[in-house]
């Protein structure tokens, strides 16, 4: 009971509000500084740092949930997305605490960099596994040391994690800094995970002379003349999910070994093939074969035209999208708390209550009690309302995310955390609060838990 009133505790003040830092003060309704030593802060804690539950038990009993849920349950359409990022932490006694870069500084500083995987379609995205990255200079023998492993290393790991968890996905994506790497993409090929991933635009592969040898050079022996004469390059159209299109235009390239028919193709994707624009060209690896090609008729994996392989690419997006949120409201980063098995199981609740949220977006409201003479005024609604659906709608197939929005705000969850949390423990919920069930009215399709969130470079 203690445990399950701690992680109840936790969950609640994650989902609350972000009037400040969700350290253990804030998240025990406790002062900042004078409140440390209160004895609800200290029950917290414990049940973080001291306590005996698993936090992989717990992870994988919320991706039982998340299965088995039709409004979650990942599909072969969807998209494992592989990333890391950081954030900055001072000391020396905290665990995984180092000098290296961090996104969400953009410079290298001192702070704890996280490796972790994201399943995600058009509509809907989670967290799957996390695993911090611990620094050379942790480990006795540095670099040489059996316990250091490279975030490519813990990546693959976490992805073969997913797959024998039961996600299922057409391929792992990643940004350049995985795409770049060779032993990274071999990996998971032999580890039987197929793969979309960028390249930086000067990724070099050995040539002779004045040969190609980057992925640029070779986009740009592509012929182009105009949209109505696009010669090497096919029209692709982009639908997004606020529903504007766009015109997007890719081909196969030959860089080297790789080819339309090689091992890995090289897929180039970008608005204007006429100037390449730095902002709107992907350079992208795949392992998944080109339809009626040699290779489609030996491959484990099903083919995959031009327009697929950038669909694939452009739901990686999301996985920063989920940064923003379990950074700006879930409080990822605002543990104070040094142990390793305290950080990841900080990480898990603030995953725990990201999958909460999708939860309470997809389940339909309880009825509310009846009132014997419910008092009039003009804001009193004339019926039952409801927050969520209860026909959860089929997941569209080519919907990507717009632009970012100003603020990441977390839904339904804020205005009632302790409420929706009660169900957990079977107790009996209370009904939602009429302006909140007013504002949820207002929305006409489902949206990332926010009508607000969206994400697309």
């Known amino acids: 009971m203690a445990q399950r009133r701690g992680f109840r505790e936790y969950l609640a003040g994650l989902l609350l509000p972000r009037d400040r830092n969700k350290t253990l003060t804030c998240l025990a309704d406790a002062e900042p500084v004078a409140g440390a030593q209160h004895a609800a802060v200290q029950r917290l804690q414990f049940f973080l740092s001291e306590s005996t539950w698993s936090q992989e038990e717990v992870n994988a009993r919320r991706l039982e949930l998340l299965l088995a849920d039709p409004a979650t349950a990942p599909h072969p359409g969807g998209v494992l997305v592989v990333d890391d990022s950081g954030d900055r932490k001072d000391g020396t006694a905290t665990a995984h605490v180092g000098k290296q870069y961090l996104g969400s500084v953009g410079k290298i500083d001192r702070g704890v960099v996280t490796v972790t995987t994201c399943w995600a379609d058009e509509r809907v995205y989670y967290p799957a596994h996390a695993c911090p990255y611990t620094p050379a200079h942790h480990f006795p023998r540095g670099k040489s040391d059996p316990g250091f492993r490279t975030k490519l290393q813990i990546a693959a790991d976490l992805a073969a994690q997913a797959k024998a968890a039961g ?42 002379g004045l040969d190609t040898h980057t992925p640029v050079d070779a986009a740009r022996l592509l012929t182009w003349q105009d949209p109505d004469h696009p010669g090497d390059w096919s029209r692709i159209e982009r639908t997004f999910r606020d529903g504007h299109t766009a015109t997007w235009w890719a081909a196969e390239a030959q860089l ?10 090289l897929v180039v994707a970008t608005a204007d093939p006429a100037t390449l624009p730095a902002k709107a060209t992907w350079y992208l690896a795949t392992d998944l074969p080109r339809p009626g090609s040699p290779r489609a008729t030996e491959s484990p994996y099903p083919p995959a035209a031009l327009a697929e392989v950038v669909r694939i690419y452009g739901l990686r997006h999301w996985v920063e999208q989920s940064y923003k949120q379990v950074k700006d409201e879930l409080g990822w980063a605002d543990f104070q708390v040094r142990s390793d098995a305290a950080i990841r199981r900080h990480q898990t609740l603030v995953n725990c209550a990201f999958s909460f949220c999708w939860n309470t977006w997809f389940a339909p409201d309880p009825p509310p009690p009846a009132l014997a003479d419910p008092p009039p005024g003009p804001d009193t609604p004339s019926g039952p309302a409801e927050r969520g659906r209860i026909r959860v709608p089929a997941a569209p197939t080519d919907l990507l995310a717009p632009g970012t929005a100003s603020r990441p705000w977390l839904a339904d969850a804020l205005g009632h955390a302790a409420t929706l949390l009660a169900g957990m423990v079977h107790e009996t919920p209370a009904h939602s609060t009429t302006g909140t069930d007013q504002r949820r009215r207002q929305r006409q399709t489902p949206k990332p838990l926010h009508p607000g969130l969206t994400n697309h470079r």
């Open 167 to 208: 996600l299922v996905f057409r391929a792992v994506a990643a940004d350049c800094a995985y795409g770049d790497q060779d032993s990274f993409r071999a990996g998971l090929h032999d580890a039987g995970l197929p793969f979309v991933m960028a390249l930086k635009p000067r990724h070099g592969t050995w040539s002779y």
């Open 256 to 265: 080297g070994w790789w080819g339309p028919d090689g091992n890995v193709r």
